[in-house]
Structures are given as C-alpha cells and as structure tokens.
C-alpha cells in the first residue's frame, strides 16, 4: 500500500458502499479498507445520487440510469427522417419535466424537439394514464373510457341477443342446424360472434364447413327438421306416434320408434300423463239412469251417442268447471261450459243448450254421463224428457271407464294445455280453453280413435 497513487474497482467501491450502510462506525471500517476518509463519503453519495451503477470507471460521465435509456432511445431514432415515441417513453419524459425545472434542457438532453415536451404534459394533465393510445386511436378522459366501456358492453349484449332471437328456431334442432344458420349469416355477423353467443366451438364449425353431409345425413337432417316442425306445430303436444302418423300420412314413411329416437336426441319432450282422480259427487237422492251405453263405443252416425262430463281446472285463484258435451261418432266436442260454481244451469244445462244449437237432436240419441248431481237434478232432466226422444244413460258407481272418452279428453286437456303453463287467471284459462277447443282439438289434432285423422277430415271421407 506504498504507492503514491492507488486505483479501486467498481466492485471494492460497491462492497464498501454496502459496508458503511451495515456499519456504526465508518471512520474505523475506513482505517480497516486503508482509504482516505473523505473517499467513502464521496463513493455514498455517488451511489446515493446514480444508483448501483454510477461507478463506471475513469473518464467516463455519471449518469441515471432512467435517463441513459431515455437518451439511448432518443439518439437512435436521429438519424430517421421522422421520429416515432413509444408510449413509456413519452410518459416517462412527462414525469422528468415535472421533476425538472428547465423544461428546455431537458428537451435538449431527450434530443426532441422544443415545445413536443409541452404538449404532451398538456394532454398528460387533460386526460391522465393511458393518454398515450398510438396513432389513430381517439383520446379519452378516464371518466369517458368507462362509458366507452360500458357502451361497449351493452352493444355486445345487445348483439348476442340480436343471434339468439335469430337462431332460436335452429337451436332445438341438431348441430348441422346451427351451423347453417352461422353458415347463412357469415355476411352480418363474425363467425367468432356467433360461435361465442351459441355456445359453439369456431374449430368445430369450420371443420363441418369444409366436409359436407353425406346423403344419409341429409336426410336425418331433413327428417328433425319436419318432426321439430310438426311438433312445434302442436304446441309441444304430439308425442312420436302421432307425429309418426302426420309424416306417414304426408308421404315420408317412418316408424314411431324411429321418430322417438330422433325425438329425444333433440330434447323434444311431450308433456307427460298425471294419475286419474275421481271428482264427481254421487251422493244425492236424485233418479239415477241405468247404464244404457255398457260402453259400446262404435257409432255409426253422428247424433247417435253424445256423453258428457265435468272437471275441475286450478286458476291462480280459485277452480272454473269445464262441461263439455261430445258426439261419440266424430269425438267432435259440440257443447261446453266455463263457470265459476257447480250449478246446473251453469254446467249441464249450458253446455246442452250450446250443443243442441250446433247439432240436431235425431230420435233414439242416447245421452250418456256419470251420476253426478248436476246431470240427475229435475231440471236437467225436464230439459232432456221435453224432446220426448232421448234414451238417459249414466255410469256405473266410481266406474270412470263407463264414460271413458270423456274423461280421455279432459286428460288431454289438460296434460297439453293446463300442465304446460304456471297458474293463469280466469280471464286467460277462459279464453286458452276455448281457443283450443274449438281452432285445436275440432280443427287440427289427428285422433287415433279417427285412425290419425281430423275430425273434419273424419265427416269428409279423405
């Protein structure tokens, strides 16, 4: 350690700096290194000011390190005819002017022109982090971005919802349904819009899209299709035997067993029967009528056998009482009633009067119904006897099968109307009721006592 001059490394320099932060006493750890004491005070505030990398050798400046890469930038990009700035090196440029008093000089060091500095601390100050976007892209307030944002958000819902009503015929049906749909509308929406509201892999769709449907598949194809839409068309009444006689009966030869399957692989699913419960009170003292029918079933003619019945329909209430009169030769309801109490001038008297006024009365019609109060009361019975040739039949006691037709339709009745629906209103159970009733069941449903077909069909020969 004799020598006049001694030189230190940047490493000793750094270890003593460390040293003297660890340490009480930096007189004794400077007689321990053998340095001058004014030396280690210059070191610490040299790292102080510049950091762990401010001892770079003789002869060469002191600089921060922020800056060095500032300045590095800026020098690279001299030479270009015109200078493009990222988006960190203009925020950070921002944030050295508001450190620096001399703005200039601090453009000068930056090498950028004189009053860019400015301007962008005028629009750091208007519109905050994030004012830096890139080119062509519009500059907004952080206030403004969120409703940018949420406007965004509503638009994409608002889209998605757009597919969905579109695309809600096709979403009962298979997967190469779905994909034309996407396939039809490519020209309006974005595949990856449409895939992502429907819920369906891109890959997937592609891939359909360059291997088309064999023949074989076509066809099951278009057999769903008219399944979906005979089902549909029945209000999600068919099951698969009738819509199994509909395709028969149109041309498409098809086993109900086929259909089912096709059925529930598209999760077609009609609704299912409830357990019979007896409802009529035959506990009077009225005249009750011997069992004429037996249940013979098979009329030859219209105005031959009418049977009646009534039930019980839940509003979200109280009960309305559907009476119903039917002609056993066309299972045509002919007659009903829709009332709020059991009273026979409501229930039996009314739906007679209806069905005397859509269909004659013939000499020998027998007249058949269960044994309840409302079909044994005197004035029901006058209104039947003043005809003078009515035969009176009723069902045997708790024997619901004696009257089994008109049970079968309130069953069916209900399982395709009322249980499909939550609670309705008077109002509406009134106005359900009697739509499907007279445009439905007289109109449109096939039966299978009719060999599956409409009643209209049925009186026409076809």
């Known amino acids: 350690m004799g020598k006049q001059y001694r030189y230190f490394d940047r490493n000793f320099k750094k270890q003593a700096v460390l040293l003297s932060y660890q340490r009480s006493n930096i007189a004794e750890l400077e007689r321990e290194l053998n340095i001058t004491p004014a030396l280690l005070y210059k070191w610490r505030q040299d790292y102080e000011k510049f950091a762990a990398d401010c001892f770079h050798g003789k002869g060469k400046p002191k600089v921060n390190r922020k ?16 200078r493009f700035f990222d988006t960190a090196f203009k925020e950070n440029a921002v944030h050295m002017s508001f450190q620096r008093s001399n703005i200039s ?6 090498n950028i022109t004189a009053g860019c500095l400015h301007s962008w601390r005028r629009i750091f100050e208007k519109f905050g982090a994030g004012c830096f976007c890139g080119k062509g892209r519009t500059r907004i307030d952080p206030e403004q971005q969120k409703i940018y944002v949420l406007e965004r958000k509503c638009y994409e819902a608002e889209l998605r919802l757009e597919i969905l009503k579109k695309s809600l015929p096709y979403l009962k049906k298979d997967f190469p349904a779905i994909f034309e749909f996407i396939k039809e509308n490519e020209q309006k929406y974005t595949i990856y819009k449409m895939c992502r509201a429907l819920e369906i892999s891109e890959s997937s769709y592609r891939l359909w899209k360059k291997q088309p449907l064999s023949d074989t598949k076509k066809r099951i194809v278009l057999l769903k299709e008219k399944i979906t839409s005979l089902f549909i068309g029945s209000s999600n009444r068919y099951g698969c035997v009738k819509i199994a006689k509909e395709l028969t009966n149109s041309g498409t030869k098809i086993s109900y067993t086929q259909v089912g399957l096709y059925m529930k692989q598209m999760g077609l699913h009609p609704k299912a029967k409830r357990k019979f419960k007896i409802t009529t009170d035959s506990k009077h003292n009225f005249y009750t009528s011997p069992n004429v029918l037996n249940q013979q079933f098979k009329v030859s003619g219209p105005s031959k056998v009418w049977v009646s019945d009534i039930t019980y329909i839940q509003t979200n209430k109280r009960f309305l009482y559907l009476t119903i009169v039917m002609d056993l030769y066309d299972r045509k309801i002919i007659g009903w009633s829709l009332s709020s109490t059991m009273t026979a001038q409501r229930t039996s008297i009314a739906a007679w009067e209806m069905a005397v006024g859509n269909r004659s009365v013939e000499k020998g019609l027998i007249f058949h ?7 044994a009361c005197r004035s029901f019975i006058t209104r039947l006897d003043s005809y003078n040739c009515i035969i009176r039949s009723m069902s045997r006691k708790e024997n619901f099968l004696d009257n089994a037709h008109a049970e079968s339709f309130f069953n069916t009745l209900k399982r395709e109307l009322i249980y499909r629906n939550k609670l309705l209103s008077k109002k509406e159970i009134k106005t359900a009721v009697i739509d499907y009733i007279k445009n439905w069941y007289n109109k449109i449903r096939i039966h299978s006592s009719l060999n599956y077909k409409t009643i209209e069909e049925f009186n026409t020969g076809k």
């Not at 800026?74 to 005819?81: F, V």
């Open 67 to 82: 800056k060095t890469i500032i300045s590095a930038q800026s020098k690279a990009d001299t030479d270009t005819k015109k």
């Open 105 to 110: 000089q601090l453009e000068k060091e930056l």
């Open 369 to 375: 119904s269960d044994r309840g109060v409302q079909y």
